[in-house]
């Protein structure tokens, strides 16, 4: 007896690539790079977050030749991002094959108030979020992984950590709260009673939690990971750098590693130019992509 | 007496919460020198390749290797199991101390990912199978111990068991009481 896809199974990928990177690729040439680096994933999308961010316009989920391409190039699973609300995106990622599909706040949103209902579809998903009452919120539409939004395409960690933080404190406060007090706790935070009472009892989310986000360096994974994250996604960090073989190595090997600083300064040595960054206050209110999704 | 937790990447801390459910102390081994005091070991699932490229810069699997080939009690689940692997289709032989050919991702990618009831030593329970690898042949050494449907899943041969499902993620009452036995005393196990 097999029975394909349950729940189990869509969350046991996570569990998988914990501890590990996931890096943002625009073609097969990055996705094979990316592998040879050590990453335990790479997430195909038409424009890496900076470029996007640089050129504006309408980001949407990546080509079909390209997603192909990058599936043939290599054999680590392959992630690619729907944009918020398109079902029929992640329709077409799920019959292509895909591994996980990112409903990203990085494209442009298709739906101004609701996500995919996630369940209704073979292949696991990953969402953003920036507290807890919205990963509740995503869990219950069945995202099978959380991630910290960060702010995507700055190399600005500052967002990351604010998002991982709040996350934390949330699931401290339902952890500790007396069970009388669940359901007030989860309509102040707008989430699902089900998955609040899931996290009470389990004392942790119950899926797995990366960060992503402005991640550009070995000790920025390094801090995610001491801040609690189970892995980390890199998107604009690694191809927006100065070498960006080098970078992806040295944020693996900082990632699993990320309790030692004597191996985060070995491997921070000759890593040429990191990407530029951005300051969070230099950006417009609208410019900012944790501000989308509900 | 102290199970040895590959932990340079994948599941784990689950295996970790199987070794606390039975008690038994542990050591996250990341580094050539987490390897002294070590008895048993297991390696998680997660990706072989990720893996293999983490451990290149102090050279850890030519000391696990050795750790392994003196004979303590191995277990490897999924990624593990390839780590173990004589031969490896479409991927990489690292460790290559287990007398099988295994293919990696050969059920499929993530959507034909499935739970499936698998016989381990005579019981039978549903097991997660994660973009697994298939166990292609393997030699006269090797025992077969868990299938499913007739096929192959799980093998162990001396001191080292491979597994292409997560057991871990499940942690019923055989897998932990046999777990339990085969990290204290591998021999005994070997007579099932």
């Known amino acids: 007896m097999k029975i394909e896809s349950t729940f189990k199974i869509k969350k046991g990928l996570a569990e998988m690539l914990k501890g590990g990177v996931i890096m943002d690729v625009v073609n097969a040439e990055q996705a094979v790079i990316a592998e040879k680096s050590g990453a335990v994933a790479v997430m195909a999308l038409e424009r890496i977050p900076a470029d996007i961010r640089a050129e504006g316009g309408v980001a949407r989920m990546s080509s079909v030749e390209t997603i192909q391409e990058v599936i043939d190039s290599v054999s680590i699973p392959v992630m690619a991002k729907a944009r918020i609300g398109h079902f029929v995106e992640a329709q077409m990622l799920e019959s292509l094959g895909i591994d996980f599909i990112d409903e990203s706040e990085v494209l442009t949103p298709a739906d101004d108030k609701n996500h995919i209902y996630k369940h209704d579809i073979k292949t696991p998903f990953v969402n953003g979020a920036t507290d807890i009452g919205e990963a509740c919120r995503r869990i219950g539409e069945g995202a099978a992984m959380i991630r910290t939004k960060g702010e995507a395409g700055t190399g600005n960690v500052i967002e990351a950590v604010k998002h991982m933080r709040s996350m934390t ?42 960060a992503a986000g402005g991640i550009a360096t070995p000790a920025d994974a390094a801090l995610m990971m001491q801040l609690g994250c189970d892995g980390v996604f890199v998107g604009s960090g690694i191809f927006k750098s100065g070498d960006p073989k080098e970078r992806a190595e040295a944020i693996v090997i900082a990632t699993t590693n990320y309790n030692d600083p004597e191996k985060l300064i070995e491997v921070s040595k000759n890593l040429g130019e990191p990407m530029v960054g951005i300051n969070i206050d230099d950006l417009d209110e609208a410019e900012k992509l944790a501000k989308r999704g509900w | 007496m102290k199970t040895g937790v590959l932990a340079l990447q994948g599941s784990f801390y689950d295996h970790v919460q199987s070794l606390e459910l039975i008690d038994l102390d542990y ?8 390897l002294s005091n070590v008895n048993s070991l297991i390696l998680p699932g997660g990706e072989s390749t990720s893996m293999i490229k983490i451990q290149e810069n102090n050279d850890l699997f030519s000391g696990l290797k050795k750790l392994i080939e003196s004979g303590i009690p191995t277990l490897g689940t999924c990624a593990g199991l390839i780590l173990l692997a004589k031969d490896v289709i479409d991927g990489e032989t690292s ?18 990912s499935f739970e499936g009831l698998v016989n381990l030593l005579g019981n039978k329970e549903m097991y997660c199978f994660i973009r697994a690898p298939k166990i292609l042949s393997y030699e006269d050494s090797v025992t077969p111990i868990a299938t499913i449907d007739n096929e192959v899943v799980g093998v162990i041969e001396n001191n080292i068991v491979g597994l292409s499902f997560h057991p871990e993620l499940t942690n019923d009452k055989v897998y932990l009481d046999w777990l339990s036995n085969f990290l204290k005393d591998g021999v005994n196990v070997r007579s099932l």
Request: net charge negative; proline share 3%; aromatic share 4%.
């Open chain 2, 27 to 34: 050591v996250l081994i990341k580094d050539t020198s987490d």
């Open chain 1, 169 to 210: 404190d949330g699931i401290n406060k339902i952890k500790t709260s007396d069970q009388n007090e669940l359901m007030s706790l989860a309509k102040e935070i707008k989430a699902p009673f089900d998955v609040v009472k899931e996290i009470h009892e389990l004392g942790k989310l119950p899926v797995v939690n990366f």
């Open chain 2, 95 to 112: 460790l290559g101390v287990l007398n099988t050919v295994v293919e990696r991702n050969a059920y499929g990618r993530q959507n034909q």
